[in-house]
Nanobody, 129 residues
Framework: QVDLVESGGGSVQAGGSLRLSCAASAHFYNDISGYCMGWFRQAPGKQREGVAG???????TYTDSAKGRFNISREPAKNTLYLQMTSLKPEDTGMYYC????????????????????WGEGTQVTVSS
């Protein structure tokens, strides 16, 4: 069992920044650096999409719209995953979810939600123009 708790969402104006955090806790082997983790978002009326992923080697993957603006990172000492978002746009609005592919060092499609077996409840991000 892995618990993921997101925080850091909020309302910002276009061009602003937010840093999302995801605190992970597991009943065994509590070390996020050993597994793949990702951030997903779901805009109103749309399907959930992958935003960024990171594997156990630290390799990162971003959706095209996030490249150059978002940065995924982790802090193993705090067992926390981050998503630094800059130059936010109204189209970035949505519920952001943290996900973990617990037990897997890397996955075929880091932005594919089927790769992940644990999910947080989400944190809302709203970007106004």
């Amino acid at each position: 069992q892995v618990d993921l708790v997101e925080s850091g969402g909020g309302s910002v104006q276009a061009g602003g920044s937010l840093r999302l955090s995801c605190a992970a806790s597991a009943h065994f082997y509590n070390d996020i650096s050993g597994y793949c983790m990702g951030w997903f978002r779901q805009a109103p009326g749309k399907q959930r999409e992958g935003v960024a992923g990171i594997d156990s080697d630290g390799r990162t993957t971003y959706t095209d719209s996030a490249k150059g603006r978002f940065n995924i990172s982790r802090e193993p000492a705090k067992n926390t995953l981050y998503l630094q978002m800059t130059s936010l746009k109204p189209e970035d609005t949505g519920m952001y979810y943290c996900a973990a592919a617990w037990g897997r060092h890397r996955v075929e499609t880091p932005l594919g939600e089927d790769e992940y077996n644990y999910w947080g409840e989400g944190t809302q991000v709203t970007v106004s123009s």
